[in-house]
C-alpha cells in the first residue's frame, strides 16, 4: 500500500469508435489513471466503478471493475473489489484502475478533503466501512513483492523459499509460522485496523532473494504484541495477533 502524493483531474480524450473524440473528468493519483468519469462516481457507495463507458456514459457498462473505499481511523483505504471478482477473474477480461493495478493506494483524512474542494462528493472517510478480515489478507497479497502471497485469485498462501532471513532474533521459520497463522485463523483472529505513527511501530523486515536484495514488512510489533502491517515505514494496519507464544 503507498501513500499518494499528489491529485489532479484532467480532462482525457478517449478513443470510442461512437463518440469520437469525447472527454472524460479523470482522477490522476500520482500522475496515473485512478477514476475515469470521476464526477459521476456515487461516493454514497463503498464500491465504486473505476470508468464509465465511453460509449454510453454509464459508470461500469463496458467492463471496468469496482474499487473498494474502506476507513482506516479517519483515513480512506482503495483496493480491487476482491471478494466481488475472485470467482469471475478468469472468465472476462478486466480493465483494472492503473493506480491500484499493482499495489493498493492510501489517502490522508487532509487529501479527501482536498477531494472535496476540487468538487468531488467523497464522503469523510469515517463513513466508509472498515475493511473486512478476507480484504486485509488480500490487500497483504495484492501488496506482497514478488507474489510472496501467490496471485490474487488463487488462495493466500507464503511462498517461504524465496524469503531468506528476518530481522529479528528467533529463527526465521517462528516468523512464518506466525504469519501463516494469522492468515489460515484470519477469521479467528479480532479485527483490529487502526492508523498509528511508525515511531509507534517495530517493523518486522523479511529478506527476499539472494544475497538479500530486498525487504518485505507484513508484520510489525506494537506494545508488544504483533500486528500484520499492510503498509510499512509509514502506517500499521494490524491484526490482533492472539497465539501465545
Ligand atoms: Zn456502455
Given amino acids: 500500500m503507498r501513500k499518494i502524493t499528489k ?10 469508435s461512437t463518440i469520437l473524440g469525447a472527454s472524460y473528468h479523470t482522477l490522476l493519483a500520482d500522475d496515473v489513471q485512478l477514476i475515469i468519469g470521476v464526477y459521476d462516481v456515487d461516493w454514497e457507495q ?15 457498462c463496458g467492463g471496468s471493475e469496482q474499487l473498494s473505499l474502506r476507513r482506516v481511523s479517519d483515513n480512506l483505504i482503495i483496493f480491487p473489489c476482491f471478494e466481488k471478482y475472485k470467482n469471475t477473474f478468469f472468465s472476462r477480461s478486466f480493465t483494472w484502475s492503473k493506480a ?3 499495489e493498493t493506494i492510501f489517502l490522508s483524512k487532509k487529501q479527501c478533503i482536498e477531494l472535496r474542494r476540487m468538487g468531488l462528493k467523497i464522503l469523510n472517510p469515517c463513513k466508509y466501512p472498515l475493511p473486512s478480515k478476507k480484504e486485509l489478507i ?14 490474487w485469485p488463487n488462495p493466500v498462501s507464503i511462498c517461504s523459499e524465496k524469503i531468506y ?8 521459520s517462528e516468523w512464518l509460522e506466525i504469519l501463516k497463522y494469522c492468515i489460515i485463523n484470519i477469521e479467528n ?26 525487504e518485505w514488512i507484513p508484520l510489525v510489533r ?13 502506517i500499521g494496519i494490524r491484526i490482533k495477533e492472539t497465539k501465545k507464544k
Fill in 7 to 16: 491529485f489532479q483531474i484532467e480532462l482525457i480524450e478517449l478513443n470510442s
Fill in 46 to 60: 463503498s464500491d465504486v466503478y473505476s470508468e464509465i463507458c465511453i460509449c454510453c456514459g454509464i459508470p461500469g
Fill in 100 to 102: 491500484i493495478a499493482n
Fill in 138 to 151: 488480500r490487500i497483504l497479497q495484492w501488496d506482497a513483492p514478488y507474489n510472496l502471497l501467490d496471485k
Fill in 165 to 172: 532471513a528476518v530481522s529479528e532474533k528467533t529463527a526465521l
Fill in 189 to 214: 483472529i479480532n479485527l483490529f485496523c487502526e492508523y498509528k505513527k511508525l515511531e509507534e511501530l517495530e517493523e518486522i523486515v523479511f529478506y527476499i532473494g539472494e544475497p538479500y536484495w530486498d
Fill in 222 to 234: 506494537y506494545s508488544n504484541k504483533i500486528y500484520i502491517s499492510l503498509m510499512e515505514n509509514t
